[in-house]
């Protein structure tokens, strides 16, 4: 069913509003649906399948398969070293490339990229009307250099870190300094640098050690005698820190080997985790051997989320007891880092050391590459972006009976050195890969796609929107935000506060789209029933497509009161930023003579229950 039926069904097949809203009918009682089963599952088929990375391109095939307006290209212009990388190897091996993505396909994809947030009508009108041929640029340096761009990217460190409420007060002055980094571009391996070397006598007073102090493993519900250093594992808490900077910042996994050597357990997982011993993890965690946490006590009880972070201890026992780790066996606790057995310098601060190392490391920067290229075209270079395995990065040189980890490897290492190169700025990573023709490539595909084209990102792969972005660009279709608070302020988008926030409807809302809690790493969003029936029946949509309330279909008919017409071109381009096709419009034309205020209500309605809303592509 091509995507104008698909939107026609929900308009015309069923319907959610009351009758007439004049009538002071309430979302909560409104109108029961009556949209059949098989409509309801055919209208909402790509999100009632859970996507798997691997599976990008036959679920990019699901969404935009079927909107086929145009021939696969023989050969794509390339724009720099990422054109070149990947478009000559689909030339060598025949793949044959999707077209170049229309401007109303790129306007959103880009938004939506970049800003977490969708294009108002007349941000995709003065686009498309654009003639000049450096717009698509223009627009990548704008929105790169754009508050919406900080808010996004600061919230999505705040994910990556599950920065939470064990930060105390600490979280929002955290969220603040990675939303000043973003803000000013600073090099990002200097803020890891920051990171992984804070010491505070409180971390609500400086910003880089709220990591540290989030990743404290308590060990002990009161403390002995009055005194606090055990109330913090301290032990634990350095494994915990050495994992997280590893699959953070280097996208490799060590929590196994933090356990038992790799051998015996990893062979069949990951071929260089399945070489590396526990006695190496001990020594990668001694770089944080001399650091203390200390958790603050005022008339004998905590003070929420509040440490003191110093190097006063007394080193890495490594036979010293865990809380959640198998017992410690023992061995050398020099520090020594994982990658190259490189050793402190003399006098050298073990964590400023250990900073001083991953970030000089190519694996860093590969890793960061990685990281954001699968947040920009949709599948990394490497899957999953924390599992590298070393031993698999080179395809000439693999372990017996082990395909390689990475297709593209030189591209990954070009943009790498680029990433290098240019100071590790992450607005110059992100517009590299943005300005190229490879992200320009339309969804669409006209033939047939074959599975193994997926590797060759042969096509823009689509992707779910997560919970912030699905909420944001409700609201923005429909001139509503909403109400979050943050730092004693009203927000109106869920991706400016430090964290989750708002209650009720909303909060169930989120956390159906699968809003992280920042107890756990950030998932892809995946979907379920229940997602599509909340965005057909939570207040969360209803009340803000009623004709009240200064919602965009109340400004729409008082604006124009007698041309249906513009009003159905408003809610299309504000909603899926493109025009309606002419069957479409017809029928949401008959739809309003019948009631021009319900079929508007119900136009809106339909629009953001379509698969096209909640997908970007």
């Not at 004049?22 to 059949?36: D, F, L, V």
């Not at 808490?237 to 933090?258: P, Q, R």
């Not at 011993?277 to 008339?299: C, I, P, T, V």
């Not at 739809?591 to 136009?603: E, I, V, W």
Request: aromatic share 10%.
């Amino acid at each position: 069913m091509c995507r104008s039926s698909l939107l026609l069904t929900a308009l015309a097949g069923g319907v959610l509003l009351a009758g007439d809203s004049n009538s002071g009918a309430k979302p909560p009682q409104a109108k029961p649906e009556t949209i059949s089963t098989e409509r309801f599952t055919e209208i909402h088929a790509p999100i009632l399948q859970p996507q798997k990375p691997v599976e990008a391109g036959l679920v990019t095939e699901t969404v935009a398969g079927s909107t086929r307006t145009g021939k696969a290209a023989l050969r794509i212009p390339h724009r720099n070293f990422v054109d070149r990388h990947l478009f000559a190897r689909m030339e060598k091996d025949g793949v044959p490339p999707a077209p170049l993505s229309t401007d109303y396909e790129y306007v959103r994809r880009l938004c939506l990229d970049l800003t977490g947030r969708i294009p108002t009508s007349q941000q995709v009108r003065d686009f498309v009307a654009s003639t000049n041929p450096a717009k698509r640029d223009l627009l990548v340096d704008e929105l790169l250099n754009s508050e919406a761009f900080v808010d996004k990217w600061a919230y999505f460190f705040m994910d990556l870190f599950r920065a939470n409420g064990k930060m105390g007060r600490g979280q929002n002055l955290f969220h603040y300094w990675m939303k000043e980094n973003l803000r000013v571009d600073r090099p990002y391996d200097d803020t890891v640098r920051d990171i992984i070397a804070a010491s505070a006598k409180s971390n609500h007073v400086v910003a880089a050690s709220n990591l540290i102090a989030r990743e404290h493993v308590q060990g002990k519900a009161q403390p002995d005698d009055g005194k606090d250093f055990g109330m913090v594992q301290q032990l634990d808490t350095h494994d915990e820190l050495a994992v997280l900077y590893g699959k953070t910042f280097l996208g490799i996994n060590f929590s196994c080997i933090s356990c038992h050597d790799g051998r015996g357990h990893l062979e069949k997982v990951n071929v260089w985790l399945s070489t590396r011993k526990r006695h190496e993890f001990y020594q990668m965690a001694g770089f944080l051997a001399n650091s203390r946490y200390l958790m603050y006590w005022e008339d004998g009880k905590p003070q929420s989320g509040e440490f003191m972070i110093d190097d006063a201890n007394p080193g890495y026992d490594t036979k010293g007891k865990s809380m959640i780790r198998v017992p410690r066996f023992g061995g050398s606790s020099d520090p020594a880092f994982i990658l190259t057995g490189e050793k402190p310098r003399p006098n050298e601060e073990p964590r400023v050391a250990l900073g001083r190392m991953l970030t000089a490391h190519p694996q860093f920067a590969r890793a960061t590459a990685n990281l954001f290229w699968a947040r920009l075209m949709g599948v990394g270079l490497v899957e999953p972006y924390d599992e590298f395995d070393l031993a698999r990065m080179n395809p000439s040189r693999l372990p017996t009976g082990w395909d390689s980890q990475i297709f593209h490897p030189e591209l990954l290492d070009a943009l790498a050195a680029d990433f290098r190169k240019n100071n590790f700025s992450l607005k110059r990573l992100f517009a590299t890969i943005a300005k190229s023709n490879a992200y320009r490539l339309s969804a669409r595909y006209d033939g047939e796609w074959k599975d193994s084209y997926t590797k060759y990102h042969a096509r823009k792969f689509v992707r779910q929107l997560a919970a912030e972005e699905v909420h944001d660009a409700i609201a923005m279709a429909t001139a509503r935000p909403g109400s979050f608070n943050y730092g004693g302020e009203k927000m109106g988008w869920a991706m400016q506060p430090s964290g989750p926030t708002g209650g009720g409807d909303v909060k169930y809302f989120m956390q159906t789209f699968g809003q992280s809690n920042r107890s756990n790493p950030p998932k892809n969003p995946v979907g379920s029933p229940l997602q599509a029936m909340l965005l057909m029946q939570s207040s969360v949509v209803i009340d803000r497509v009623l004709a009240k309330n200064d919602s965009r279909v109340q400004q729409l008919l008082d604006t124009y009161k007698t041309d249906d017409a513009r009003v159905i071109d408003e809610l299309f381009l504000g909603a899926l930023a493109r025009p309606a096709t002419a069957e479409e419009k017809q029928i949401a034309l008959d739809t309003m003579k019948k009631s021009r205020t319900d079929g508007a209500q119900n136009l809106q309605w339909a629009l953001l229950n379509h698969v096209e809303f909640f997908f970007n592509h």
